[in-house]
């Protein structure tokens, strides 16, 4: 739909619900899938959109019983009955701006998982390494997208900057890890009849 004439929106909602028992242990587990998303023209050639989204991811059944099986002489996997499903939130900023020898992209998108099932490796004192899940504390994900293009001399000379910066921070029950990367590309392309000369 379209609020104040000018703001355009999308809602929808989902749902599941899922159950199994496995002796003593029992799960019953109910997701919803919320997403909302809104665009709104700012200025002329300017449009600024947000998409919302939450979910919620279970874990296979092998992954919640109170099984363990040996995988060879060293290491052994156990699942866990107390897994929980995972939440995962995902929020996506755009910005867009288009002129006729200009344009502008703009883009932020976060994923945030909150309570993880994560891979925890315990060794014992006879040396066997275990390998379970358990719900840790976040594994999260930032990354910001900027382009940019402009016409020097139209059909004939063009110009571009690229730029994504990328924040990881997983944080486990008992490590931290965080790492950040920065990647750039900027082209130059020009036009000359059947050949096409390009510099980056």
Not at 24 to 49: C, T, Y
Not at 119 to 141: A, G, K, P, W
Request: aromatic share 12%; glycine share 6%.
């Amino acid at each position: 739909g379209t609020l104040f004439k000018r703001l355009q929106y999308c809602a929808r909602l989902g749902g599941s619900r899922r159950y199994y028992r496995q002796g003593v242990h029992q799960h019953d587990f109910h997701v919803f899938r919320p997403r909302v998303k809104v665009s709104a023209p700012l200025s002329k050639g300017m449009r600024l959109s947000y998409d919302y989204q939450r979910s919620m991811r279970t874990s296979q059944i092998a992954l919640v019983n109170d099984v363990a099986f040996r995988l060879n002489s060293m290491e052994m996997q156990m699942g866990n009955p107390e897994l929980k499903p995972t939440a995962v939130t995902e929020h996506t900023l755009q910005a867009n701006y288009n002129m006729p020898r200009l344009t502008v992209q703009l883009e932020c998108y976060a994923k945030l998982n909150h309570r993880p099932n994560m891979h925890r490796y315990i060794r014992t004192s006879d040396n066997l390494f275990i390998d379970t899940q358990e719900n840790q504390q976040h594994c999260d994900v930032l990354v910001g997208n900027g382009y940019v293009r402009y016409d020097i001399i139209p059909d004939r000379l063009d110009a571009s900057l690229a730029c994504t910066y990328a924040h990881f921070d997983n944080r486990g029950n008992d490590y931290h890890h965080c790492f950040n990367s920065v990647e750039g590309t900027m082209m130059v392309n020009a036009y000359l009849g059947n050949w096409t000369l390009m510099a980056y």
